[in-house]
């Protein structure tokens, strides 16, 4: 593209990480010039709140940036460069059922991995869907940088459905672990570091990490996993809450299972799923942290700044992962070609896996879009537990194409958060129930 300013519009607007994404906006204008940021959210009350706090912070620090929001589609994605989606189908209240209903079942209650990422997976193809074909009706050219969970489904989904469509979806939590890495090595973040990885979302391992000069850092990551997961180096982040201290320490565990590879936190859920649930309260869980954290010091501050009618004076400031999609953009837009991770088609990228799976792999990004790294083959273990969960991805996505009870059975069935047939059986009946707004029509 290489404009001289673009105009970018954050579908989600009522999100919790709105406020972030818009502040690290103004932050990097020098570099990623915006004339005018929209904010586009189906629930205009939500979204209200968001919105006209960022019009005063706007307004305070950089007048010039013109700023808007609507219900509107047409409006929403008219002349636009890119979409920053962070939809959540069903909001927060959907959520809570996504980790109760399998908790109460005895098994995993999580967003995105199990039966909860099931049910939302099969909310969020719709409105991601949707989004995407407003953006191709209005602004053919612009890019869609998706965060909307769950993003394995979501990719699947819109690899198959949307197949030449501008979207590329991304996940923030390996950079949040390249932070950490390259604080236990005593550099400054992830860009200091030259990595191999290989996955599916949520469900990968580093195989290579190595300093700018091509010194190997796996032996001092190495040692910290062992000792401690990822706990050693994590004051600072954006993960404070106690559950997530949990997380980065059970990642010793996952990691004592491949010392060869350094693995993301999430396949705690399908490696040690007894230890979750019997480490859940199925009466709060992190639908209830996040609604008594982040959700009330977000909008508590918006309150705030609205009634005060200014935002000097509030300690505002982004993070990694508003930093990340917006860095995404400006290397799209400016060609900086940069390296990201991204889910995107494997078409040999990882060379002994089905070449049709939405992967997780590092990417080289410029204005003619991203270039895959080839990560190799990959070893039997990894190979293993990759097929069986993009199975479940791939079966959740015929599902809702085809409103097939059966499919959606097996993709159940299929994961190994569940325990037996008759177990998914159970919570496909009772999540279908408690679904019946948002999913397809089961036959
Ligand atoms: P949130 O509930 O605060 O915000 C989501 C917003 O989306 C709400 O305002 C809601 O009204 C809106 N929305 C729902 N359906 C919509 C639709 N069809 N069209 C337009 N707007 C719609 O949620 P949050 O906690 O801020 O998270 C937002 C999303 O970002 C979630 O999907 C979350 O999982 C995802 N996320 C992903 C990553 C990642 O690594 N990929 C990281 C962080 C957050
Ligand atoms: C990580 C994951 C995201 C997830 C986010 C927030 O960053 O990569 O996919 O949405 O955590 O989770 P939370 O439980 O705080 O809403
Ligand atoms: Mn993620």
Known sequence: MGKQSYAVTIAGGGSTYTPGVVLMLLHDMQKFPVRHITLYDNDAERQETI????????????????????????????????????IRVGKYEMRDKDEKIPLRHGVVGQETCGPGGIAYGLRSIVGVIEILDYMEKYSPDAWMLNYSNPAAIVAEATRRLRPDSRIINICDMPIALMDIMAALCGLRDYRDLVYG????????????????????????????????????AVAGLQFVDESWLHTFQKAKDVYALDPNTIPNTYLKYYLYPDYVVANSDPNHTRTDEVREGREKSVFGMAHKIIQQGTARGFELKADEHSEYIVDLACALAENTRERFMLIVPNHGAIENFDPTAAVEVPCIVGSDGYQKICQGSIPQFQKGLMEQQVSVEKLVVSAWVEHSYQKLWQALSLSKTVPSASVAKDLLDELYEANRNFWPELR
Not at 66 to 71: D, G, P
Not at 204 to 231: C, F, V
Request: net charge negative; glycine share 6%.
């Open 51 to 86: 919105a006209k706090a960022c019009a005063i912070y706007i307004q305070e620090n950089a007048p010039e940036v013109k700023f808007s929001y609507t219900t509107d589609p047409a409006e929403a994605f008219t002349g636009i460069d890119f979409v920053l989606a962070q």
């Open 197 to 232: 990885y290989y996955g599916l979302n949520h469900f990968g391992w580093w195989w290579k990490i190595q300093d700018k000069s091509g010194r190997d850092l796996m032996p001092t990551i190495k040692e910290h996993m062992a000792r401690n997961g990822y706990a050693d």
